[in-house]
């Protein structure tokens, strides 16, 4: 009887939980529960957080959230400024003082009717090819001197079996000038020559071998040739009588 009054009395409280956490729903409901109280916290603890920087920016003790300003251009010293383009200077006609010329065959233009731009076709090795600029002839047929249509830079000159002796020349404004078919050349690569400056006498070549002692000239914008005639507004009569 002894032994039997010493025994525990067995935990009735945890076998009511087990009765509990043995419904369907228990574990469910323990989530959302949990769940509800993190997110209670979470809230509260933001609402502090905010309440404090309110307080810290209007009491001016604290840092102030500003946006950004947007960081300012600026053209580092040692580089100049591209100015912008105010147009491009007039060009004169390539032909030396004195020299009485006509122009033979045009630029192939692409807005041009059919005919003019059937007349504006090279014929090389069975093959038809757009003129990419203009063909100037002296009255006479023979060699004049060429001259520089607008001061600037050159960079070219080279000897090409096709086109002859030929002269690039740099300008402002993204523009070269083209000299093709001269007999001779009297500049060099760096040299920096002035509108007028005569630079060779025209010649012949392979390419254009019909068209006889002329200057094939050519004016290139951002490297793709243009109608030179739009830039050279200069009255060819006056040109013509210099």
Not at 9 to 32: E, Q, R, T
Not at 89 to 107: D, F, R, S, T
């Amino acid at each position: 009887m002894e032994d039997q009054k010493n025994q525990p009395i067995p935990f009735k409280k945890a076998s009511s939980w087990k009765k509990v956490l043995g419904k369907k729903w228990a574990f469910p409901a323990i989530y959302i529960g949990t769940a509800a109280i993190i997110l209670a916290f979470v809230m509260w603890y933001q609402g502090n957080v905010m309440d404090t920087v309110s307080k810290m920016t209007n009491s001016g003790d604290g840092v102030a959230v500003t946006t950004p300003a947007a960081p300012e251009t600026t053209t580092p010293q040692n580089e100049e400024a591209v100015p912008a383009t105010s147009g491009v200077q007039p060009l004169a006609w390539p032909v030396g003082k004195g020299v009485q010329y006509n122009v033979g065959m045009n630029y192939y233009d692409e807005k041009a009717s059919k005919d003019n731009q059937q007349k504006a076709l090279v014929s090389f090795d069975n093959t038809f090819y757009p003129h990419t600029g203009i063909d100037l002839v002296s009255t006479d047929g023979k060699s004049f001197d060429v001259i520089a249509a607008l001061a600037g830079k050159v960079v070219k000159v080279v000897n090409d079996p096709l086109v002859g002796n030929e002269i690039e020349i740099e300008h402002a404004d993204k523009m070269i000038t083209v000299y093709q078919s001269l007999e001779s050349v009297t500049v060099k690569p760096g040299d920096e020559v002035t509108q007028g400056q005569v630079i060779g006498s025209a010649g012949r070549n392979t390419f254009e071998k019909d068209a006889g002692a002329h200057l094939h000239f050519e004016v290139r914008i951002d490297n793709k040739p243009v109608n030179p005639e739009q830039y050279l507004i200069q009255a060819e009569t006056e040109v013509k009588n210099q």
